[in-house]
Nanobody, 121 residues
Framework: QVQLVESGGGSVEAGGSLRLSCRASGLTASMDCMGWFRQAPGKAREVVAVIYSGGGMPYSIDSVKGRFTISQDNARNTMYLQMNSLKPEDTAMYYC??????????????WGQGTQVTVSS
């Protein structure tokens, strides 16, 4: 089993920055990839960015390219999401997730409890 705990959310003004952290514990070596998701009120949850344990190019959605950076520190079992130039439309609950097998259609096996990000205009 894997436990994921997010931190780093908060309230900022548009143009500001936040760094989210996701600390993993348990059988962390079982995860093939980890990702950040977000869900705004009244909207479906969407993937924001994904990073692969084996290396390779991380994935991010177009709306955050150039503003958000996903990274991981294997020594600390921690994944990060650096968010710059935040916009009000980035307001959402952000979740980290992990998957044992990643590919065209990934089944996300582990989820954190979420951390709220609120961006005011």
């Amino acid at each position: 089993q894997v436990q994921l705990v997010e931190s780093g959310g908060g309230s900022v003004e548009a143009g500001g920055s936040l760094r989210l952290s996701c600390r993993a514990s348990g059988l962390t070596a079982s995860m093939d990839c980890m990702g950040w998701f977000r869900q705004a009120p009244g909207k479906a949850r969407e993937v924001v960015a994904v990073i692969y344990s084996g290396g390779g190019m991380p994935y991010s959605i177009d709306s955050v390219k150039g503003r958000f950076t996903i990274s991981q520190d294997n020594a600390r079992n921690t994944m990060y999401l650096q968010m710059n130039s935040l916009k009000p439309e980035d307001t959402a609950m952000y979740y980290c997730a992990g998957a044992r097998t990643c590919g065209e259609s990934t089944t996300w096996d582990y989820w954190g409890q979420g951390t709220q990000v609120t961006v005011s205009s």
